[in-house]
C-alpha cells in the first residue's frame, strides 16, 4: 500500500479518499490503547453498578428496518415530542447524503412520535424514555444485527449540530472495526460516544460488545453512562476487534477535543459540532463565534 495511504502520525493524514486536517494537540488515525483506570473510576464504576442499574426502556418498531450495506442510527431525545430545527438540519442532511436512516426516537410512548419523521427516516423506531442514549445504540445495533445482518453503522445522538460535511466517507473507510471520530484520555483512554462506527454488525459482533450494550438493563443518568458505557465501550471491544479514532487527545494540552477544539476539528473536515457550546458548555467557547460557524454552514439559528 502507498505510504501515503498508511499515514498515522501527529499531522494531517490520508486513507483512501478521506482527508483529515491538521489540528494542534490532536493526532490523526489513532490506534487505541487500553490505559489503567484509576481506583476513583473502578469505585463509581461499581456504585453504578450497585446501585443504579434500571430495567431496560421498552422499545416498538413503527418502520421496521431492512438489508442495507450500511446504515447511520440517529437517535433523538423528545420528551416533549417536538422535532427541534436541529434535528430537521441533521436529518435533512443525512437524507440529501443518501444515507440509510435508522431513526430511534424517545418519546413519552409511541402515540407522542413526530409523524414527520416518516419523511426522514428509513426505519423508526420508539423507545421509552429512560435509559439515555447507550439503550438507543442497544435497541439499533440488535435491530441491524437482525434484519440486516453484516452492515456497517454509524451511530449518533443528538447531542451534535450538524453533519457540516459528508459523512458516508467516514463510514465507508473506517479501518477498524470499532472506530470513533474522537478519542481522548481523559479518565482513561476511550472512544467519545456522541459517534461512532461499528462495522459488519452481526449477532457475534454485538455479544462481544455486550458487557457495555446491555440485553436486560440500563442506566437513566449520564454519568453512571459514562463511567460504565462510554468509558468502557473500547476496552471491551478491543479485546476481541480493532478499535481506533480519527482524532484522538492524549490529555497533555487538550482534554476534551469537541469543546477545546470545535472550529479547528470543523475545519480539518470533522462532521459536527457540540450543542452544549450554546448551552451548558459555553463558558469553553465565544457563543457570537459558534453561531457564526453555524450560519456559515446554512444552520439554523435555533439557540
Excluded at 61 to 76: C, D, G, M, Q, S
Amino acid at each position: 500500500m502507498n505510504a501515503m495511504l498508511q499515514q498515522s502520525s501527529d499531522g494531517g493524514g490520508v486513507t483512501g479518499g478521506l482527508r483529515l486536517g491538521d489540528v494542534a494537540g490532536l493526532r490523526t488515525w489513532w490506534d487505541f490503547e487500553p490505559s489503567e483506570p484509576s481506583l476513583r473510576i473502578r469505585w463509581k464504576r461499581w456504585v453504578a453498578c450497585r446501585f443504579y442499574r434500571r430495567p431496560r426502556p421498552p422499545s416498538v418498531a413503527i418502520k421496521p428496518a431492512f438489508a442495507r450495506e450500511r446504515w447511520v442510527a440517529y437517535f433523538i431525545f423528545l420528551p416533549w415530542g417536538q422535532l427541534s430545527e436541529a434535528h430537521r438540519f441533521t436529518l435533512s442532511r443525512l437524507r440529501d447524503e443518501g444515507c440509510s436512516v435508522l431513526v430511534v426516537c424517545a418519546t413519552s410512548d409511541a402515540s407522542a412520535v413526530p409523524e414527520e419523521l416518516h419523511s426522514y427516516a428509513n426505519a423508526l423506531y420508539w423507545k421509552g424514555l429512560g435509559g439515555y442514549d447507550f439503550s438507543a445504540y442497544t435497541l439499533a445495533l440488535e435491530t441491524i444485527a437482525e434484519h440486516s445482518p453484516h452492515a456497517d453503522v454509524l451511530l449518533l445522538n443528538d447531542s451534535m449540530f450538524g453533519p457540516f460535511h459528508p459523512v458516508l466517507p467516514f463510514l465507508r473507510e473506517a479501518r477498524w472495526d470499532l472506530t470513533g471520530f474522537t478519542g481522548s484520555a481523559l479518565n482513561e483512554n476511550h472512544l467519545q460516544s456522541y459517534a461512532f462506527i461499528v462495522r459488519h454488525v452481526t449477532g457475534t459482533r454485538l455479544s462481544q460488545l455486550r458487557a457495555v450494550f446491555f440485553s436486560d438493563h440500563a442506566f437513566d443518568g449520564a454519568d453512571q453512562v459514562i463511567w460504565v458505557q462510554e468509558l468502557l465501550m473500547a476496552r471491551v471491544a478491543y479485546q476481541s476487534m480493532s478499535v481506533g479514532a480519527y482524532w484522538y487527545s492524549d490529555g497533555t494540552s487538550i482534554d476534551d477535543p469537541c469543546l477545546r477544539r470545535p472550529f479547528e476539528l470543523v475545519d480539518a473536515g470533522f462532521p459536527f459540532m457540540k450543542k452544549s457550546l450554546l448551552g451548558k458548555m459555553m463558558r469553553f467557547q465565544q457563543p457570537d463565534r459558534v453561531r457564526a460557524l453555524l450560519k456559515a454552514h446554512g444552520h439554523p439559528q435555533c439557540q
